[in-house]
Each structure stands twice: as structure tokens, then as C-alpha cells.
């Protein structure tokens, strides 16, 4: 009977101690690469401030705190507002930072494929016979040329 209540309690307690071993603590160098300073609009993790001084030491003190990296952040934008952010968030208005670079370089790619087929296409009616040869000599200018080209052949 003891070995079984023991196994119970080792089977309780085994999940618990392997979930705190896999989630690994927040640390300020997670954080701060992704919050911007308030006062000079720069990531705080190069940030030389005393805001930015000041904003480390809480994010280290929410992190003491048991905090989790998104629930720093959360605290954050509370105080600070959705600037303190280095990177928008993925929804509403926020999303068309993403989606317009997007739209601008597929919107390029359809271009280019548009215009290269036609670009290869004139330059392949260019190359056809005759293309390089120019206007045609008049029969003196010919004979002219002939003859001078042959006095450079002596």
C-alpha cells in the first residue's frame, strides 16, 4: 500500500517538477529586444538613457516577479501605450506593416514578369538578319570603301 501511495505521489508530483524544468525563466536580454525606450525611440536593449535605464530595472523587477515574456510586454504597453513595442502586432491597422512591403514586391515580381518576356521578345526581332547592318551604301561609297580597306591589306 505505501509503494502504491508513493508511486501515486511520484506520478503526481513528476509532471509538475518536468513543466517548471521545461519552460524556461524570462530574462531581461528576451525582453529587451523587443520593447523600445520611451523617451529616445530606440530598442531598449541599445538604448544608453535613464529612461531606458529605468525601464531595464522594471522589466528585471517583472521578471523577478515570475512574469512571463508576453505578460511583461502586456504590463508595458499598459503604462507605455503600443509605442513602446519595437514590432506592431499582427492585427488591425498594425498589420499593414507587414502586408503592404508584401504587396509591393509581389505586385514588382508581376511586373517583371510582364516585361521581360516583351523586352526579350524586341530584342530578339532586333537580332534578326540585317539588323546591324545598317543603311545601305550607295555603289560609289562601296567601291570607295573596298578600295581603301584593300590598300590597309598591303
Known amino acids: 500500500m505505501r509503494r ?12 509538475v517538477a518536468t513543466a517548471g524544468a521545461a519552460t524556461p525563466k524570462t530574462t531581461l536580454f528576451d525582453v529587451e529586444d523587443e520593447v523600445m525606450c520611451t523617451s ?7 538604448a544608453e538613457s535613464p529612461q531606458a535605464y529605468a525601464q531595464k530595472e522594471e ?13 511583461i510586454k502586456d504590463r508595458l504597453v499598459e503604462q507605455y501605450g503600443k509605442r513602446v513595442l519595437a514590432l506592431p502586432e499582427g492585427e488591425g491597422f498594425d498589420l499593414a506593416v507587414y502586408l503592404v512591403p508584401l504587396g509591393v514586391v509581389l505586385l514588382l515580381a508581376g511586373v517583371v514578369a510582364v516585361l521581360v518576356p ?37
Not at 8 to 14: F, G, Q, S
Not at 40 to 46: A, E, G, M, P, R
Not at 59 to 71: F, M, P, S, V, W
Open 4 to 15: 502504491l501511495l508513493a508511486l501515486l505521489a511520484l506520478l503526481v508530483l513528476l509532471p
Open 40 to 46: 529616445c525611440n530606440v530598442v531598449l536593449n541599445v
Open 59 to 71: 522589466i528585471q523587477r517583472l521578471i523577478d516577479q515570475g512574469l512571463t515574456k508576453d505578460q
Open 118 to 154: 516583351r523586352w526579350r521578345r524586341n530584342r530578339d526581332d532586333a537580332d534578326g538578319p540585317g539588323a546591324d547592318a545598317g543603311p545601305e551604301l550607295a555603289p560609289q561609297d562601296r567601291a570607295r570603301l573596298d578600295a581603301e580597306l584593300a590598300a590597309f591589306d598591303r
